[in-house]
């Protein structure tokens, strides 16, 4: 019983049997406490006196002498004890043989006096056995009245159970018992067929088939289970593919530095390089720019592991705002680039400054990088609801919608046909953003990009605002 289906089955015999034990239980109880029992022998005692009264009557009649004869006969035919009793008591007869002659405590006197009148009572004999009985009078007594006999049963009600319940329960319990069996094969059909699937799927996405998907169908806690696992498919497809682009973005980043490298300083080891100075200045830059790339790769390792704990410090977001402006300032004027902010009174937050003085100026670099000479780079800040909202728009060339979704992804590049441009000293890797965006959740906060062809990017975060157990802010209040 390792199997759903055979579990489910078991527990349904299970709860059948157990739901047919308490019945019959019950049922006993409620015959015990019943004199159903009772009843039903003085009814079957008295159809049988009244039965006999006419063969007994037709006996007296043609033969007073016959009588116990015919009683004996009666009492073989019909399972019963026979008695005459006299009316002070005394056996008369006995079917049985056993206690005529004796005085039994039977009240014969008073009531079913008249002819086929009938009463009923209990007497206990002197071996202690207890007797259910019912008198009659025949038309013409002789001397004594009749008594029809049978024992009273210890347990009468398991009796009745036995002779009259048993089996129409017992068919009862063999219906319900199939009926179980179907409707537990059906149940754990419509519950194993969907498991059996999903197992499948995750079966196939550990081969490498990503894209299998589990079928949303059966119970509604299957279904939900379904729906988890196709949202992890689909989450396990993305990492994958994140970490193919990643390895491939990787090798070609260094790929093309270290042949610049490598061939440079080949040149000039062969004597062939006309201007060394040209030579070690390009080696230089490429060196530098191998050594941003491996820098940045292990700070987003450090910040994505938790190796790197932001700062809970108070801070006046307003001034490091201003200060990035400011520093970034001279070369949006050597770019012939408008650069403006709109920085109000800002509410305190908590944080780490460098770090988030590190995302604005990602930021505005980013937007001075991608916006043409005339253009504008704009900053603005502002308090909303219980976060600190900060925008920053260029009127730059935008962001492609398929490339949207995927910008803050490791070494994910807009513009690769222009991602080296010569000269470009300071050529991106594609790792600013995806620090810019670790960053600001580190902080709690939340960012996004909005860009439309032709008419500029526009990247917007909220950083919340101090919370009841920031110590620093409340000392400072």
């Known amino acids: 019983m390792n199997t759903l289906r055979g579990r489910l089955l078991l527990s349904y015999v299970l709860l059948i049997g157990l739901c047919l034990a308490i019945i019959t239980l019950a049922l006993l109880i409620i015959l015990r406490r019943s004199a159903l029992p009772e009843r039903q022998t003085y009814v079957r005692l008295t159809d049988i006196a009244r039965a006999s009264m006419p063969i007994l009557n037709a006996t007296l009649n043609r033969d007073p002498g016959a009588l116990q004869t015919q009683l004996a006969e009666i009492a073989a035919t019909n399972e019963v004890r026979t008695l005459l009793v006299a009316d002070d008591g005394l056996l008369l007869f006995d079917s049985a043989g056993t206690l005529q002659g004796q005085s039994i405590p039977i009240d014969v006197g008073g009531g079913g006096g008249g002819p ?71 149940i754990s059909g419509s519950v194993a067929r969907p498991l059996r699937r999903i197992a499948g799927a995750a079966g196939a996405i550990a081969r490498g088939e990503y894209h299998q998907k589990a079928p949303v169908e059966g119970p ?136 988030l003085a590190q995302v604005f100026t990602n930021l505005v670099d980013n937007a001075l990088d991608h916006t ?70 580190a902080h709690g906060g939340a960012i996004r990009a909005e860009s439309v062809e032709g008419q500029g990017t526009t990247f917007r975060l909220w950083l919340p605002l101090p919370r009841a157990d920031d110590a620093t802010v409340a000392r400072r209040r």
Do not use: C
């Not at 253009?375 to 060339?397: C, E, I, L, M, N």
């Open 116 to 186: 086929g009148e009938t009463k009923h009572g209990r007497f206990t004999d002197p071996d202690g056995q207890e007797w259910l009985y019912v008198i009659t009078n025949p038309r013409h007594r002789v001397g004594g009245r009749v008594v029809f006999a049978t024992p009273r049963l210890r347990l009468p009600a398991l009796n009745l159970l036995g002779t009259n319940l048993l089996r129409p329960l017992v068919q009862a319990g063999l219906i319900a018992l199939l009926a179980s069996i179907v409707l537990a094969a059906l």
């Open 220 to 355: 509604a806690e299957v279904r939900n289970l379904a729906r988890a696992f196709n949202d992890m498919a689909a989450r396990v497809k993305s990492s994958q593919t994140a970490q193919r682009d990643f390895l491939a973005n990787v090798s070609h980043e260094l790929k093309t530095p270290l042949t610049s490298i490598q061939g440079f300083s080949q040149a000039i080891l062969d004597g062939a390089e006309r201007d060394p100075a040209h030579a070690a200045r390009v080696i230089h830059d490429e060196a530098g720019r191998m050594r941003r790339m491996v820098e940045e790769l292990l700070d987003l390792a450090r910040i994505e592991s938790g190796q790197v704990v932001m700062a809970r410090q108070h801070l006046d977001l307003a001034a490091i705002l201003n200060a990035v402006v400011e520093r970034l300032s001279l070369r949006a004027a050597e770019s012939e680039v408008e650069l403006v902010a709109t920085i109000g009174q800002l509410p305190a937050i908590t944080g780490d400054g460098d770090r």
């Open 372 to 441: 043409p000479r005339g253009g504008r780079v704009a900053v603005s800040a502002a308090p909303v609801d219980r976060t600190v909202h900060v925008a920053v728009s260029d009127t730059g060339p935008g962001i492609p919608a398929d490339d949207l979704s995927r910008i803050f992804e490791r070494f994910y590049q807009v513009d690769k046909s222009r991602a080296r441009e010569a000269g470009n000293k300071k050529h991106s890797v594609g790792l600013g953003l995806t620090i810019t965006r670790e960053i600001v959740e």
